[in-house]
């Protein structure tokens, strides 16, 4: 199985080449360094969400697409194995479960985080809908100014067009988020 910098390498190029951006460009317009783009694309680079998320903003296409793995096969992955991205701002990663495939619009991930610092997300593409159900521990998650303490079973919906957070307030806290993009 192709490992994630890999994909990530593959699919960015794919995608910067598909819509005529030079890194230098596509750089700008994400607000990262030509550097950085450059060490992602030739799969030396370790991303955050944060520049990701960036980047699929910036070449206009969801997240999910420059990570998923792409393929028909059954998909099993074991909590041991998981590849997950980490987040630059805090103890934070997203794992990739499943994306959305053609003429349907969601993505699932799995979700890791411990106390610390809240993971805070810009606004992603209009009409971004997220579902969060908390798997374990505890977390503040939701709109930024009006966030909702989850534990193991609650399941909430926000719009994910909007800043919003994700706060570990328990060690091991894990949860499911269904990006929805209407």
Known sequence: MEDLRTRIAR???????????????LA???GVSKATVSQLESGAGNPSVETLWALGVALEVPFAVLVDQQSNAPTLIRADDLAGVP?????YSAT???????GARRDIYLIQAEPGDARRSDPHHPGTIEHVILVSGQAL??????????NPGD?????????????????GTSAALISELR
């Open 141 to 150: 998650i939701g709109p930024v100014d009006e966030p909702v303490l989850l």
């Open 28 to 30: 700008r317009r994400a």
């Open 155 to 171: 399941y909430l919906t926000y719009a994910g067009d909007a800043p919003h957070i994700f706060e570990a307030t328990a060690v």
């Open 87 to 91: 987040s630059s701002a805090a103890a």
């Open 96 to 102: 990739l479960l499943s994306a959305s495939p053609p």
């Open 11 to 25: 699919t960015l190029r794919r995608e910067r080449e598909a819509v005529g951006l030079s890194v230098s460009e």
